[in-house]
């Protein structure tokens, strides 16, 4: 539906944003949008994940809660008192800290919600088909690594009950020599033989064109530059100036040469996805929150975003300009809607 | 087209050639059956197609290749992919993405073409392929055979001149295997594309090949040319051709059709009469060793087997067959403890399995999974068999003296080697033997004829027999029908879970088209399901 490349901003400014308040009303907020948007936008792929990110919450929340009630002695509100002795924990446990752990729990669950809604939105191939030319081959091979994950996970339950039946059973470490043996042979062999299919598919090809002499030269000169500079930007801060410029021009050569020796690889790519108004739009949405997080906007009040339940707890505020920049957010979710709408 | 010229090939430490002044020709638009048993170097003259030997293994080569002009060992696999396609046994094994479209467009990608062009090569081959319904569907939920045509489109994607193909029907059930090998003969047919395939089960592919190249084993000369004549010089062939041998039928049929010809000539030469006795009568249900009652069982509330109810008694043989996923591996998980059916009941001898440990059940339960190489880490063969008895607390009191289960396996030559190095085989021997030293009552085999050729196959059976006599009960899951016919009593039939039928295996196997075996269909009616049965049936006396 989104180009993988607007995928990933939205991750990154849900990300951002997530990190950048601590008002549990904002959090919340993100986090039913990033639900949303994975339970619009992931489709049928697997419904069960949708309610992943509050079985995560469940666990999160009352555990950041505990951990930061005993540990943090602050607030105003006592709810009862640990004895002094104990280490750590002794101390009065306050329901503002209990609040404040909760509000970290939020945070992670919102963060966690994000990145599940970008895992399901997102195919990896998609992904690895945006790591440039140069690098097409190692992209490859995180592909292979990413898929051979579940296909590792099947060989070693296979291996554990293969041992299993000839009266196996492990108790202690010695007793994994049976499963890790034929584990790390299987694997060897099973990798050889992908090995062995990919070449007789052409893999492999681009490798065994060398790059040109000017190309290896230039990319030695702009790590020299790298180096150089960050030295100096160590050793002489009086060149602080000029240190950052080295670097800099030390990078751009680096990219350039990436670039270069992308041009010669004659790798092509069968799926081609093309920016569409659809992801503008996406990105827009965006950039609105983004904007309203990080700029000083006239009308909005930025102090909303850094809500402390400290000393006493009171009602977080909330400031409706920040709360509707929020929902730039939601944008993937309204198009994904409006596409299946469309579809129907 | 191909050439091979004295051609002799040793892998790197090996004490032996595996091909040996093989001279050979191949011409364009052939379909080439490679046969011959484990080890003998199919999969070794295959790979030098490509130039995977010696470019992946190493070794030493002498003598030379040529496909369509070019020299593998010169050029290599990366750029002979262009002229020769090839196919693996596995398909699963050669995947590099996740779905059918991409995993087509993947070698076209390799080769940097347009996009434009790889669009019309991929609806290429998928139509070809009859792929097209599955271009978006996620590799891993296609069935075996759809599999194994995926892999084959993407080997074609290409257009290479020559489809070279290792075993690739050895892991599907006989209706996916017609799948891929009927797909195979539209290529050869319609394309003109050069076809060379290995295979043990001749019987499934001789009716549409050309030539047939036998590799009969180190010392004896390679034989190459129409089926017809090297097929009378091979010693063990499928049942028709040992039936044709036997009778006299020339040319041999490749057939079933030109066989059915011959069998009634013969009947009426011989003057035979069906007389209605059946030589492969119902079998008396000995006592009771394994009840499955009412089993079921779900993966993640997904059904896998429903109400699943068999017997197998004591020295019976009850063959379980069905397609890929039909629930034959589940329900030997469930017998021995692997996986909790949702319901139903297991005895053995009376007493109830559910609930027990695997470790406990496999003392009297030997269970041989579908990969024995998964079973095996010692570093000898005879310390495979003490690793059991040392888990089962038996080492004291073995059931059997590991020598005489070892003699017994065929193996007591190789007590000391490294069972990994062994014959395709001889492994399975070894699994077979490292869950049989606490001389369970009951065997369960998981397809355990995979990749075997026609001797370990017999070797097997007659192993199974001998079992049998001192009462062991087999249950033996197998797409093998011609196996089916020659070892077991008994027959169950799984489809989706259920039991469509069970049977004595004469009933069963004839019920079924797919699961005739090759005598049955030459002699409708009779009852006969191997060599033996027509011979004897015959009254055919070779003097």
């Known amino acids: 539906m989104l180009d993988a490349r607007g995928w990933l901003l939205w991750a990154l400014v849900a990300l951002v944003a997530a990190s950048s308040t601590r008002n549990p009303l904002y959090v919340v907020l993100l986090l039913l949008i990033a639900m949303i948007v994975g339970g619009v936008c992931a489709g049928d792929r697997d419904r069960r994940a949708i309610m992943s990110p509050l079985r995560f919450a469940v666990v999160a929340i009352p555990l950041a809660a505990l951990f930061n009630g005993l540990t943090a002695h602050l607030g105003d509100t006592v709810l009862f008192h640990l004895p002094d002795w104990l280490p750590l924990v002794g101390g009065s446990v306050t329901l503002e800290a209990l609040i404040f752990g909760a509000m970290n729990g939020l945070t992670l669950t919102t963060i966690f919600s994000g990145f599940t809604t970008f895992n399901r939105v997102t195919p990896l191939r998609d992904l690895v088909r945006l790591t440039p030319r140069a690098f097409h081959e190692a992209g490859v091979v995180l592909s292979i690594a990413l898929t051979f994950i579940p296909q590792t996970t099947r060989s070693l339950n296979r291996i554990r009950e293969a041992q299993a039946v000839r009266g196996h059973r492990v108790r202690g470490l010695r007793d994994w020599l049976p499963i890790v043996v034929p584990f790390l042979i299987s694997g060897l062999e099973r990798s050889m033989g992908l090995a062995e299919a990919m070449v007789s598919r052409g893999y492999g090809a681009i490798s065994d064109q060398a790059q040109p002499p000017r190309t290896q030269r230039l990319l030695v000169l702009g790590l020299f530059l790298l180096l150089a500079g960050w030295l100096a930007l160590l050793f002489l801060p009086t060149w602080k100036g000029i240190a950052v410029g080295v670097m800099i021009l030390g990078a751009g050569i680096i990219v350039g040469v990436v670039w270069l020796a992308g041009r010669t690889v004659s790798h092509t790519a069968y799926r081609i996805h093309h920016w569409t108004a659809r992801d503008t739009f996406a990105a827009l949405g965006c950039g609105l929150t983004l904007a309203v997080i990080l700029l000083p906007l006239p009308l909005m009040d930025r102090g909303t975003l850094y809500y402390s339940p400290y000393p006493r707890l009171t009602l977080p505020p909330f400031d409706l300009f920040i709360g509707l920049g929020l929902l730039g957010l939601v944008v993937p979710a309204v198009i994904g809607a409006a596409h299946r709408v469309d579809q129907t | ?543």
């Not at chain 2, 059946?278 to 499955?292: A, I, R």
């Open chain 2, 1 to 543: 087209m191909i050439h091979f010229d004295h051609l002799t090939y040793t892998y790197p430490d090996a004490p032996y050639a595996t091909l040996t002044e093989l001279t050979l020709d191949i011409a364009e638009g052939e379909f080439v059956l490679v046969a011959g048993p484990s080890g003998a170097g199919k999969s070794t003259l295959l790979r030098c197609l490509n130039g995977l030997v010696p470019h992946f293994t190493g070794g030493i080569l002498n003598g030379s290749i040529s496909v369509a002009g070019l020299d593998p060992v010169i050029e290599g696999p990366r750029l002979l992919s262009r002229i020769a396609g090839f196919v693996f046994q596995d398909p699963e094994a050669q995947f590099v993405v996740d779905r059918v479209e991409d995993e087509v467009a993947f070698a076209l990608e390799n080769a940097g073409l347009p996009p434009a062009d790889m669009r019309v090569r991929v609806e290429e081959v998928l139509h070809v392929l009859d792929l097209t319904p599955l271009r978006d569907r996620e590799l891993e939920t296609l069935s075996g055979g759809e599999k194994q045509r995926v892999a084959i489109a993407a080997a074609l994607a290409l257009r290479p001149r020559v489809l070279v193909l290792d075993e690739p029907t050895s892991q599907l059930d006989p209706q996916s295997a017609q799948e891929v090998l009927g797909a195979l003969v539209r290529l050869n047919r319609d394309l003109g594309l050069t076809i060379i395939l290995a295979e043990h089960r001749l019987e499934r592919v001789l009716s549409h090949i050309d030539r047939l190249i036998c590799l009969p084993g180190p010392d004896k000369p390679v034989l190459s040319g129409p089926p017809g004549p090297v097929l009378h010089q091979m010693d063990l062939t499928p049942p028709l051709i040992a039936l044709g041998k036997e009778l006299g039928w020339e040319p041999l049929p490749l057939t079933i059709e030109r066989g059915q010809a011959f069998a009634k000539e013969t009947v009426a030469a011989l003057g035979f009469q069906a007389s209605g006795q059946n030589p492969n009568p119902e079998p008396l249900k000995p006592e009771t060793l394994l009840q499955v009652k009412d089993l079921s069982f779900d993966y993640d509330g997904t059904p896998a087997l429903h109400d699943i109810s068999l017997t197998v008694g004591a020295g019976e043989l009850v063959a379980m067959m069905g397609r890929n996923g039909s629930g034959k591996t589940t329900l030997l998980r469930c017998i021995v403890g692997l996986l909790s059916p949702r319901q139903g009941e297991i005895l053995l001898e009376g007493e109830s399995l559910v609930g027990q440990e695997t470790a406990d059940i496999c003392c009297d339960i030997g269970y041989l999974p579908q990969e024995p190489d998964a079973l095996l880490f010692a570093d000898t063969i005879a310390d495979e068999l003490a690793v059991t008895l040392r888990n089962h607390g038996l080492v004291d009191s073995p059931p059997i003296a590991p020598a005489d289960l070892l003699a017994r396996l065929g193996l007591d030559d190789l007590t000391t080697s490294y069972p990994r190095d062994l014959s395709v085989g001889q492994r399975q021997r070894v699994a077979l033997g490292a869950v049989t030293i606490t001389r369970p009552r009951l065997l369960l085999l998981d397809e355990p004829t995979r990749g075997m050729d026609y001797p370990a196959k017999r070797e097997l059976v007659r192993l199974l027999r001998e079992w049998q006599a001192e009462g062991t009960g087999v249950l033996l899951v197998t797409h093998d029908v011609e196996l089916v016919a020659q070892a077991a009593d008994w027959v169950v039939v799984l489809d989706q879970g259920e039991v469509v039928a069970a049977g004595p295996s004469a009933t069963v196997l004839t019920a079924s088209p797919l699961l005739v075996p090759q005598v049955a269909r030459l002699f409708p009616g009779t009852g006969w399901l191997t060599v033996d049965d027509a011979l004897t049936g015959l009254n055919f006396d070779p003097a």
